[in-house]
């Protein structure tokens, strides 16, 4: 092989080491802020009816302090769409809009609107902690269950973070993750890095979803036994470990128990979430 045959080979292979290591990493700086919008279309089934619902929820993200162990950040929603129907109602709102605020979906939303929530990362992209406050509890219900495929508790991916494992991987390499309790939710993602390009990673996944235990709606207490599937796929930027966009499908199905009755429940749910560096 000729010199400079081979110096192009080992140019070659040294970039492709480069961006093997280099998608491998979450290095953020102090004070970095996005804005995410997340857009959740579900098609639900429940005791043989059908309700459809789309909700998009724009936030802003802000990398407060970086520490030993990981990353604080604040999540604060600044506004929330929904747009619905299902058993004979259409539902329509609009946080931005005073009226819809007075109406009863803004008093369950008007004290998670301009909130602020810290949360606690670590190294990996893995929520260690929330500090929870009346604000950030309030509300929920049934939009809390179905945020299974998105919702953010501890031990759950960060998501506007690469998920990453403990050894070094390369386009084409797999990976399995396991996190969360069926209490918040158990996911069981097997995440391949599927290439690098330029300064963007992307990843796919597949994986398994469950959630099992109570929650409260409208004064009452409710069961849940759900599990589902999901796939999906995100992309990042490579040099920061920071999303770019996300999108999933699950499908989801178990049963809902109401002062001692039963009631199945299905449900198809498409998620797909964009950032944007502020």
Do not use: C
Request: glycine share 10%; charged share 20%.
């Amino acid at each position: 092989m000729k010199k400079g045959s081979r110096l192009v080979v080992l140019s070659l292979a040294f970039s492709i080491v480069l961006m093997t290591v280099h998608a491998q990493k979450i290095a953020l700086k102090k004070g970095q802020k996005l804005e995410t919008v997340a857009t959740t279309k579900m098609t639900m089934e429940v005791m043989g009816q059908n309700v459809d619902n789309q909700s998009t929820a724009t936030s802003s993200v802000v990398l407060k302090d970086i520490t030993d162990s990981g990353y604080i950040f604040s999540n604060t929603l600044n506004r929330m769409t929904v747009k619905g129907n299902g058993m004979g109602q259409d539902v329509s709102f609009d946080s931005d809009k005073k009226e819809d605020m007075d109406g009863q979906m803004g008093q369950v939303l008007k004290e998670k609107i301009g909130a602020e929530q810290e949360i606690k990362v670590d190294k990996s992209g893995k929520v260690s902690g929330i500090a929870e406050n009346d604000s950030s509890k309030a509300g929920g219900g049934m939009a809390d269950m179905m945020s299974m495929t998105g919702t953010l508790a501890k031990g759950q991916p960060y998501p506007v973070l690469i998920q990453l494992p403990s050894k070094n991987i390369k386009p084409g390499d797999t990976w399995t993750d396991s996190s969360g309790t069926p209490a918040t939710v158990k996911t069981i993602m097997v995440y391949t890095l599927k290439s690098l390009s330029g300064d963007s990673a992307l990843v796919t996944f597949t994986g398994t979803i469950a959630k099992n235990g109570t929650l409260q709606q409208n004064g009452m207490e409710i069961q849940m036994d759900m599990t589902g599937t999901t796939t999906g796929q995100s992309s990042y930027e490579s040099s920061t470990g920071l999303l770019k966009r996300s999108s999933s499908m699950s499908d989801i199905s178990g049963s809902l128990g109401v002062m001692g009755q039963n009631a199945p429940i299905s449900a198809k749910v498409n998620t797909e979430m964009v950032a944007r560096k502020l």
